[in-house]
């Protein structure tokens, strides 16, 4: 099959590799129809994680069912399905729970596994032809009859449609409160349209990109133009001097500041930006160790956060990967009722074989560059 293969720093090219095939009773094979790059691709495309070179990338994946392993009963030849990026068992004390992005025995030894993901066990992405899919009857959600005329709505339910949302459920947001969101990228988007969703009452979007910020505009929320790093001022502003209610940081470790990565700069806006009391919820990614990072803290994996001001204010902060299962079936009927559209976000729909140069220009943040959606079957 073919397959977008990660091959070190900025190299990835689209080959032939090994066919995607049924390796135990429960998984489900899918034959890929869309496949989205992510900003979390990114870090791993820029070098800046443990990537393995010749793995196949790719975690946010929709499909058609191909074949079905011999214990699968749910799912069935035919079905239409978007899988979550998490993979989860469905048995495990956090799968349990409903926190899939923390399954304990998908990827043995730490809490969380996903397709063609660093440092998230050895599953093969979905920018590709074909993918295995473990525990094919717990992950699979199939989806509605309109989901061939939805498509690109429903491929956001693979990730950053939850993702966004889960940055409001971890904040807290209730009707009628504000929210300030670090980030205007696809994370940050969804996590204004969710805002909506929630029934904020004022949504303020923080980044430099006008081309972004002119979207989270059209999600009805107010752009806030960082190029001059006082955002956090202008929230205080914006919000009577108190804060927002409720922050979510959509960018991670990788945040910058005047051109320069500044790995502590959305953190502490945000305890800045928020009221007392207030919550702030963390999608954007950070990781353990950055040995590639300029910042001797980041190296290490470690912050410099304005921790006595988040104590003084009685702060609440909450992270981690989306339980994208703990929300998609509720965002998908949201969708098939008409009631939301993630789509609106899509800059650019490619062949599986001109993946590459959609890495080259979604890492560059290029002008009007917001998301990528690949079609390997067109
Ligand atoms: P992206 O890189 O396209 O978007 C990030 C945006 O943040 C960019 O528009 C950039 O201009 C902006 N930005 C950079 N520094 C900033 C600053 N100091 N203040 C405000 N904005 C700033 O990526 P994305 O696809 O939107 O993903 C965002 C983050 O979410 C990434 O770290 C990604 O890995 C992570 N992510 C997490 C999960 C999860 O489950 N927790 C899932 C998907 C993505
Ligand atoms: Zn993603």
């Known amino acids: 099959m073919k397959a977008l293969v990660y091959e070190g720093p900025r190299k990835v090219t689209v080959k032939e590799m090994p066919d995607a095939k049924i390796e135990r009773p429960n998984d489900v094979l899918v034959k890929i129809t869309t496949t989205n790059i992510c900003g979390s691709d990114l870090h791993m495309y820029e070098g800046r994680t443990n990537m393995e ?54 990827n043995p030894g730490v ?25 094919g009857d717990f992950n699979c959600l199939v989806l509605p009859p309109d989901s061939e005329e939805k498509e690109n709505d429903y491929v956001m339910l693979s990730d950053i449609f939850p993702t966004g949302y889960h940055a409001t459920e971890l904040a807290g947001v209730l009707p009628g409160e504000s929210v300030v969101i670090y980030g205007a990228g696809p994370v940050g988007l969804m996590a204004a349209l969710s805002a909506q969703i929630r029934g904020a009452s004022k949504i303020m979007v923080v980044d430099t990109h006008p081309d972004r910020l002119k979207l989270a505009e059209k999600i009805g929320a107010i752009a806030v133009d960082d190029t001059d790093g006082n955002s956090a001022e202008r929230i205080l502003e914006m919000t009577g001097g108190e804060g927002a209610d409720r922050g979510c940081e959509c960018v991670g470790y990788q945040c910058t500041c005047k051109g320069h990565e500044v790995p502590n700069a959305t953190m502490n806006n945000l305890i800045k930006a928020v009221r007392p009391t207030g919550g702030i919820g963390v999608v954007g990614v950070f990781v353990a160790e950055d040995p590639k990072a300029e910042d001797e803290l980041a190296k290490k994996g470690q912050v410099a956060l304005d921790f006595g001001q988040l104590w003084m204010k009685g702060q609440k902060i909450a992270t981690g990967q989306a339980n994208v299962k703990a929300y998609n079936r509720r965002l998908r009927d949201l969708i098939a009722a008409g009631k939301a559209k993630p789509s609106q976000i899509i800059s650019h729909e490619l062949p599986l074989e001109q993946a590459a140069d959609g890495y080259k220009h979604f890492d560059e943040r290029a002008e009007g560059w917001t998301k990528v959606v690949l079609k390997p079957a067109a």
């Not at 929709?62 to 990026?85: A, N, Q, S, W, Y």
């Open 53 to 106: 070179s010749g793995r196949i990338l790719g975690h946010e994946n929709l499909g058609v069912v191909t074949e079905i392993g011999k214990g699968v009963e749910r799912i069935k030849v035919g079905d239409r399905v978007c899988l979550p990026f998490n993979i989860g068992c469905g048995f495990c004390k956090n799968c349990e729970r409903g926190l899939t992005g923390f399954c304990l025995t998908a």
């Open 111 to 135: 809490a969380g596994a996903a397709y063609g993901f660093a440092g998230m066990g050895p599953y093969s992405g979905g920018q590709a032809e074909y993918l295995r899919v473990p525990f």
